[in-house]
């Protein structure tokens, strides 16, 4: 975890004190060192998380003959691999770090090939003094995060957004379109942000910047799902090997390294291969633990700390505060919909002083089919053929106590889902506010500022178009494509970032995901089990208990926290403003949310006819975390 | 002559209302050496001020489908295409966009002109699935491409046309805007220092004049000089509503007016209270009258006043219905007359966005490619 900015075609006299400044913000991310480099209008700045080749690993690094100059943020697992071939064609490295393999690739392969050898995390940026050209890279899948903007003739980029905020030519203006795609899905549809200047780099993705021109934007790898035939004795025994090879690389670090352990399916078997295999022998795990036993996975994470032997570290968080909730949100610069970003912050800060890299089953849910959604969805679209399923939807809808009761409610509500197109669907199975909800609550000037078209409209790009894959691989690659960089990984970076931990994810090793994309569905999800592989791997590997163990989410127990400090917090927060200002720019139907408000705030839990529990704490975060970003930025709406 | 497009337009009723009015319009600005326009109305006569322009002033010619059951009305329209074989339907209202069902190979092109979530709460399930049909659609407000979009409606077959906006020739010749308020005043008998605070409509439940009047009185606590003018005609429920809050002085009900463009420039504010609109034709009316507006968030409002830009903008819309938050805004107006100005400093760049000449040749495109 390193913290990258910089420019090119960037000629002002305060140049070097906003190089300065960028590097300044992401302090947080690199903690170890800092130093930039500044030369004719192009400006790098590199803050150091040293977790390999801790002598001389320093950034911005130069390459052997000069011509080079790279700052990194991430890792490339296999460089030594990489350094043995590169140096068969004459290349002489200076250090034992990864960073220098990374434009002596560019130099050799050129950028498209080298690229593609990586196997790793990462975001980076190479200046070539002789051609004047930036090249940026991220990785596969984004869990390395960059972001860029371009103003009047300059490029600049960052890690986080605060840094690219400190650019005087970069404006503060909202953007409608990510604020109203928030709304329904959390977070902003890539590449675009809550901020109108300011994009977010795609993953998969390489550009090539010379001075003054647009960036050339190319894709370098796409996820394919490629289904081969294999027997489920073959995909366990291969499930197992490409885990493990994957963790190899993993642990590749020259500092203390621990895991993140749930007690869920991922991380479970992740700790368990690095135990048992004998991969890693020693090893700290960690885990939160809430007094609300619903949120509480604790004693699973226990069971399996035991069977693998890791020393096992649990943080209890007791109710939260308002300080916590500001200090979270306020990390991720724009409106942050996933309530998990709250225990993924504390469990970071607690990381910190054990071990400063951490091993996460990230990527096992979106990989391997771990959502019920993506279950529930294949029902929903076998309603698609039902007949006069019209008729029937319309008589579902009668408002009478028979037709209102939960299972018939249920019913009604896939019947509905069954009738909307693939991304469509999948907004409804994630949204957080409709599309018809957004219609009644907000402002129409917010509406009618924000693209015109649906939320939905806008995710084809990020649906698998391969004919005849069917529903579930469409789902669960658009998870990958979108959900997977823009809520997840992102959560995961910001959280452990603020607190100078790395996180790696072996699921999301280059092998895994091939290996994933050619495992036949039927393999990923069952009738009735959702991760059916990893599952049974994890039954034959460590226990029957955790492998049979429904899925839970990594949430906050909002609800009754609520009931405490933060209940009157968020009351002041969200309608102290007068109705022109802050959140009510954007929601303009002050009387729902004073209901959603009060059903949010209500001792008991009732029956709701359209929301539930969790459907309202879920829109009452939303929109804290609306004004929270509003009082930090104070953005221009 | 003889080349000209057979055009027919398809409305569900011809009252008083604001749509009626736009067919007009329509109509008038129409080019006829190009088009024959014929309007069909899928109900009865009701000899209301747009028909009989419509019949007389512009000679089109005005067919009724008459007070049969619908099955009948969608025969009769069909015989009636077979006769007259027209190049294009056009129909007017959402509720006769479903008539697209008995014009197989014509170019049909439906319209929504008021609120969807209103009018499918309003007809039944199948007539609303029917008057989703068409092909191509015109709509008079981007907020209502955007409901029919969420209807599964693709983007590319939506047209936003706004309203035609007219200016009518007025009774004052060229006398200047204060002239015409001071002699306005004094033929209402309104005092010349008072804050006039217009309303425009019938009675409907849609356009809320229980609130106009709510607002007013808590507004009329603070200042005594405010004046509420509504102009129209007003149901007794409105006249006892005033009367309850003992407010008979500070209101004057002008009754049923052919048009509110004379009375208008009496008024400093305009105050829209309506709970639903499409594109209310009333604030464009204010607008080029130079009335300061306070108007509730509803559909068109944020359109049409987008010119003068959010700042201004956030002050003078209210979006939650709080009378006490209303009265707060319609305070801070009428206690500004710079801010009221600033509001009249854009009434040209607001009317241009209605310019007939503009929003006709928006017309001629979708006749000429849409549907």
């Not at chain 1, 006069?388 to 018939?408: A, D, H, Q, V």
Request: hydrophobic fraction near 40%; proline fraction near 4%.
């Amino acid at each position: 975890m390193c913290g990258i900015s910089g420019f090119l075609n960037y000629f002002n006299p305060d140049a070097q004190h906003l190089l300065e400044k960028m590097n300044q913000i992401l302090f947080h991310r690199g903690p170890d060192g800092g130093a930039v480099f500044l030369e004719n209008g192009t400006g790098f700045a590199h803050r150091r998380l040293a977790i390999i080749d801790l002598e001389t690993g320093i950034q911005p690094m130069h390459s052997q003959d000069g011509r080079y100059v790279t700052v990194f943020n991430g890792e490339i697992y296999n460089y030594i691999e990489l350094r043995d071939g590169l140096e068969k064609h004459g290349c002489k490295f200076r250090t034992s770090s990864d960073t220098e393999v990374i434009a002596e690739s560019i130099r050799i392969w050129g950028i498209g090939e080298g690229i593609k050898k990586f196997r790793g995390m990462f975001a980076f940026a190479v200046f070539d003094r002789t051609e004047k050209t930036l090249y940026l890279g991220r990785d596969r899948a984004g869990i390395k995060p960059l972001y860029w903007s371009k103003k009047g003739g300059s490029f600049f980029f960052a890690s986080e957004i605060k840094a690219l905020l400190a650019i005087p030519e970069v404006s503060r203006k909202a953007d409608f379109t990510g604020l109203n795609d928030f709304l329904t899905l959390g977070f902003p549809i890539p590449p675009k942000t809550c901020w109108q200047d300011i994009s977010n780099f795609p993953p998969a993705h390489y550009a090539i910047v010379r001075n003054g021109a647009e960036p050339a934007l190319q894709r370098y790898w796409k996820w394919k799902i490629s289904e081969t035939p294999m027997s489920e004795n073959e995909a366990i025994e291969k499930a197992t090997d490409v885990l493990c090879r994957s963790l190899k690389y993993h642990i590749r670090a020259d500092v203390p390294l621990g895991a993140y352990l749930s007690g869920g399916i991922d991380s479970s078997l992740l700790v368990c291969l690095l135990t048992k295999k004998g991969i890693k022998e020693k090893l700290n795990t960690f885990n939160v633990k809430f007094s609300e036993n619903s949120f509480d996975e604790s004693r699973y994470s226990e069971e399996v700390a035991r069977i693998c032997g890791s020393k096992h570290h649990i943080l209890e968080i007791s109710k939260g505060t308002p300080d916590i909730l500001e200090k979270v949100l306020c990390q991720y610069d724009e409106p942050f919909g996933d309530s998990s970003c709250v225990p993924t912050y504390l469990i970071s800060a607690i990381m910190k002083d054990n071990v400063k890299t951490v091993i996460s089953g990230d990527g096992g849910d979106e990989l391997f089919g771990g959502y019920d959604r993506i279950r529930y969805a294949s029902s929903i679209y076998r309603l698609r053929n039902l007949p006069m399923k019209n008729i029937l939807y319309n008589i579902l809808s009668f408002n009478s106590s028979f037709f209102g009761t939960e299972k018939l409610r249920k019913y009604k509500k896939a019947i509905g889902f069954s009738r909307a197109g693939t991304p469509e669907l999948f907004c409804l199975l994630h949204s957080y506010f409709t599309e018809e909800e957004k219609i009644t609550m907000c402002n129409k000037s917010f509406l009618l500022q924000a693209n015109d078209a649906p939320t939905w409209s806008r995710m084809e790009k990020f649906i698998p178009a391969e004919k005849g894959i069917g529903i579930r691989n469409m789902l669960m690659g658009t998870e990958f494509n979108l959900n997977l960089q823009a809520d997840y990984l992102r959560k995961v970076d910001i959280a452990s970032s603020a607190h100078g931990i790395e996180v790696r994810v072996p699921f999301l090793d280059n092998e895994v995901i091939d290996f994933a994309s050619e495992l036949p569905i039927g393999m990923k999800i069952r009738e009735r089990e959702c991760k059916y592989l990893l599952r049974e791997v994890t039954r034959r590997n460590i226990s029957r208990t955790i492998g049979n163990r429904r899925k839970q989410g990594f949430g906050i127990p909002f609800d009754s926290w609520s009931k405490g400090l933060l209940h009157e917090y968020i009351r002041d927060l969200l309608f102290s403003k007068p109705d022109d200002e802050g959140i009510w720019r954007i929601m303009g139907n002050r009387k729902t949310v004073i209901s959603l408000f009060e059903k949010f705030s209500a001792p008991n839990p009732v029956n709701y006819s359209t929301l539930s529990r969790h459907q309202i704490y879920q829109r009452m975060f939303m929109l804290c975390g609306i004004q929270i970003w509003m009082n930090r930025h104070n953005p221009e709406l | 002559m003889k080349n000209r497009k057979t055009v027919i337009c398809l409305i569900g009723q011809l009252g008083n209302g604001g749509s009626e009015k736009q067919l007009y319009l329509f109509l008038k600005y129409l080019d006829n050496s190009k088009y024959s326009p014929i309007v069909v109305v899928s109900s009865i006569s009701g000899g209301s001020r747009w028909e009989r322009q419509i019949r007389e002033e512009i000679s089109v010619p005005v067919i009724f489908l008459g007070n049969i059951p619908k099955i009948m009305k969608f025969a009769k329209f069909a015989w009636l295409i077979v006769k007259k074989r027209p190049s294009i339907v056009f129909s007017w209202s959402f509720y006769t966009n479903a008539f697209c069902m008995v014009c197989p190979g014509i170019r049909f092109i439906g319209s929504l002109r008021g609120d969807l979530f209103i009018a499918k709460s309003q007809i039944g399930h199948i007539n609303y699935q029917c008057s989703l049909k068409p092909r191509h659609f015109v709509v008079n407000s981007r907020f209502l491409a955007k409901e029919l979009m969420l209807e599964r409606i693709p983007k590319d077959n939506i047209s936003v046309v706004y309203n035609i906006f007219a200016q009518e020739n007025n009774s004052c010749g060229n006398l200047d805007m204060a002239e015409r308020r001071s002699m306005l005043r004094e033929k209402l008998g309104i005092p010349r220092d008072a804050v006039v605070v217009a309303g425009i409509g019938r009675s409907s439940p849609e356009k809320d004049f229980p609130f106009f009047i709510s607002v007013l009185e808590k507004a009329g606590v603070t200042e005594k000089k405010i004046f509420g003018l509504l102009i129209g005609e007003m149901g007794e429920d409105i006249r006892n509503k005033i009367r309850e809050m003992n407010l008979q002085d500070k209101f004057i009900l002008t009754g049923k007016l052919e048009s509110a463009h004379e009375i208008l420039p009496a008024a400093d504010i305009f105050f829209l209270s309506s709970i639903s609109e499409g594109m209310p034709n009333a604030l464009i009316e204010a607008v080029d009258a130079g009335c300061a507006i306070l108007a509730t968030d509803v559909g068109g409002v944020w359109e049409i006043l987008e010119p003068l830009g959010t700042d201004i903008t956030y002050r003078i819309i209210i979006s939650d219905r709080e009378a006490s938050s209303a009265a707060a805004k319609l305070l801070f107006l009428s206690q500004n007359p710079c801010f009221m100005e600033k509001i009249r400093e854009h009434r040209m760049k607001i009317l241009e966005k209605f310019n007939p000449d503009k929003i006709m040749s928006e017309y001629y495109e979708i006749l000429n490619h849409g549907g």
